[in-house]
């Protein structure tokens, strides 16, 4: 194997991108660079990038996973994300997804298990939001009904019915006109609130708006 272009990384000073037989191979460190004297139109042997691999490139990957995870929680799929966009060679990502694994640094179902708790507690999207964020962050399916059959389901809907009356409030403005309250559940149902969770709400405010005229 040849390599065929060694330049500097835009995104990340002090890294180059190297290109093994005019393919991007991997991205390293300047320092390691000058280590182990690589330059254009050398001929990179098996070995050589094998021990590159495996001195560099794995411990490379695995601190920058570590520094990453250090800082806030990632999926499996955005830390993967994260470290291709760095240039990680490829193996070198799937030891790093490995080792964190094993030693319990990156687990998707205690993320996901997380991320509902808060959402809930904060209570700005409603359950169908929730999941779809969860996927779009990179979430196994099955894993999230998994996790998400852990919840009680009462609970969830008792929780969505509370986030989701000021929100109702504040669209509404007391007029339960059918346009206006149609507009205010579309709005509701787009921030991944359940029918059955705004037409509660919707019940407790006719109630209040009731009592407040008798």
Same mark, same amino acid.
């Given at each position: 194997?040849?390599?065929?272009?060694?330049?500097?990384?835009?995104?990340?000073?002090?890294?180059?991108?190297?290109?093994?037989?005019?393919?991007?191979?991997?991205?390293?460190?300047?320092?390691?660079?000058?280590?182990?004297?690589?330059?254009?139109?050398?001929?990179?042997?098996?070995?050589?990038?094998?021990?590159?691999?495996?001195?560099?490139?794995?411990?490379?990957?695995?601190?920058?996973?570590?520094?990453?995870?250090?800082?806030?929680?990632?999926?499996?799929?955005?830390?993967? !994300?994260?470290?291709?966009? $760095? @240039?990680?060679?490829?193996? #070198? =990502?799937?030891?790093? *997804?490995?080792? %964190?694994?094993?030693?319990?640094?990156?687990?998707?179902?205690?993320?996901?298990?997380?991320?509902?708790?808060?959402?809930?507690?904060?209570?700005?999207?409603?359950?169908?939001?929730?999941?779809?964020?969860?996927?779009?962050?990179?979430?196994?399916?099955?894993?999230?009904?998994?996790?998400?059959?852990?919840?009680?389901?009462?609970?969830?809907?008792?929780?969505?019915?509370?986030?989701?009356?000021?929100?109702?409030?504040?669209?509404?403005?007391?007029?339960?006109?059918?346009?206006?309250?149609?507009?205010?559940? !579309?709005?509701?149902?787009? $921030? @991944?609130?359940?029918?059955? #969770? =705004?037409?509660?709400? *919707?019940?407790? %405010?006719?109630?209040?708006?009731?009592?407040?005229?008798?």
């Amino acid at each position: 194997m040849i390599i065929t272009k060694i330049e500097p990384q835009k995104k990340h000073k002090n890294r180059s991108s190297v290109f093994l037989d005019g393919h991007f191979a991997f991205g390293i460190s300047d320092f390691d660079v000058l280590r182990y004297r690589l330059k254009e139109g050398q001929d990179l042997s098996e070995n050589d990038l094998k021990t590159i691999q495996n001195e560099v490139l794995f411990q490379d990957a695995k601190q920058y996973a570590l520094k990453l995870l250090d800082r806030q929680s990632y999926t499996e799929k955005a830390l993967c !994300r994260k470290m291709a966009d $760095r @240039g990680c060679e490829p193996s #070198a =990502i799937t030891k790093t *997804v490995s080792f %964190l694994k094993e030693y319990g640094y990156l687990d998707d179902a205690a993320y996901a298990r997380h991320y509902i708790e808060s959402a809930l507690r904060l209570g700005k999207s409603g359950m169908r939001k929730i999941r779809y964020d969860l996927i779009e962050k990179g979430i196994d399916r099955n894993t999230l009904e998994e996790i998400v059959s852990e919840f009680d389901k009462s609970q969830i809907t008792q929780n969505e019915s509370l986030s989701v009356l000021p929100l109702l409030e504040k669209k509404l403005k007391g007029d339960f006109s059918f346009p206006n309250l149609m507009k205010a559940k !579309r709005y509701c149902l787009a $921030r @991944g609130f359940s029918v059955e #969770a =705004i037409d509660n709400a *919707v019940r407790k %405010l006719q109630i209040e708006e009731n009592d407040f005229f008798e």
